[in-house]
């Protein structure tokens, strides 16, 4: 291996080979390396620890100066002589620096299973229930501000938002600890040491029969013409709020009359007829959305409308009748079962 004193002026003058690398030791800095490739000079720093070679990575000629390299070199080198691998040390400082928004979007990126919609859902419970927490470092969340920030978000949004959260946030602090090394111990299962995960009871409600004609008036009076179709056409459809909102354009087949679901919660894709009001119904807001991606546009970030909740808070305090998206799922089903369609026909169309 050759050898030299790393100056600027050999760094700048000692040429590039046509192919391979040349590394240079300095005569100065026993273990401080130039590393000369076809394109670029690299500083590096070089020890063996315990009977293995350990290289460390300063940066490149220009980036660091031959002085500057070596003052870093020197440090890393006293590192080495110590035992300690500054590969390993940087990256275990690294991750500690992991915060949850980071370690999200690390995790959506690696799980090729999960599905566009649910990804989706997962960015907006950040967004919505977690969002002061998203720069937060992950090794700062204790237990106390998970059972905090738990009975939080069920005082403003309810007990199945609430573990919903703090699932995902279970999850991440999972996927952290595999991909980081950190966080030893999930401060999310807290939640269940102390038994604090709401009790979800499944909903049973859907709107009556005879509260159908005041409902139908109270969304018919609705400005946002958004809110009002998306709520139709989940009465309409049953289907669900997830599987509606993200209705594309190019998803509507106006010749045949059908429109398709292509990510249904049981993976399979999903056709089905338009009446005549639905029809109607498309053909309007094509005319004034059609430009859009979405046949439900909004205005964040994924393009779509999310969850109508201002629109449902109109229609509750004009119609006096209480409900969620889901209820009209199970309005849907209700209506269905009671003009006697076939359970067959009937798991088909939801």
Known sequence: MPKAKITKTFVDQVPCPKKGQVAYCDTDLRGFYLIVGTQAKTYTAQKDIQGRTVRYTIG??????????????RDKLNLMAQGIDPNAQEKEQNAQRITLNHALKTYLATRRNLKERTKTDYRYITDRYLKDWKEKLLTDITKDMVGAKHAKIAEE????????????????????????????VNPVVYLTRVKAWYKEERKRTYIKPHELKSWWAAVQALENDTYR???????????????????????????????????????????????????GMFQTRQKRYGNYEFVFPGPGEYGHLVEPKKGIAKVVKQSGI????????????????????????????I
């Open 60 to 73: 490149r000629h220009g980036h660091f100066t031959p002085e500057q390299a070596r003052k870093i070199a």
């Open 157 to 184: 949004f309810g007990a199945y938002t609430a573990n919903k959260a703090m699932r995902l946030l279970r999850a991440i602090f999972n996927f952290a600890q595999a991909t980081y090394d950190i966080c030893p």
């Open 322 to 349: 209480s409900f969620t998206c889901h209820d009209l799922r199970r309005t849907f089903i209700t209506i269905a079962e009671s003009l006697e369609i076939s359970a067959y026909a009937l798991k088909r169309l």
């Open 229 to 279: 179709d998306f709520l139709l056409f989940l009465m309409f459809t049953g289907l669900r709020r997830s599987e509606a909102q993200s209705l594309r354009w190019a998803d509507i087949d106006f010749k045949d009359r059908t429109f398709t679901i292509p990510d249904t919660k049981n993976g399979d894709p999903l056709t089905l007829p338009m009446g005549g009001f639905l029809y």
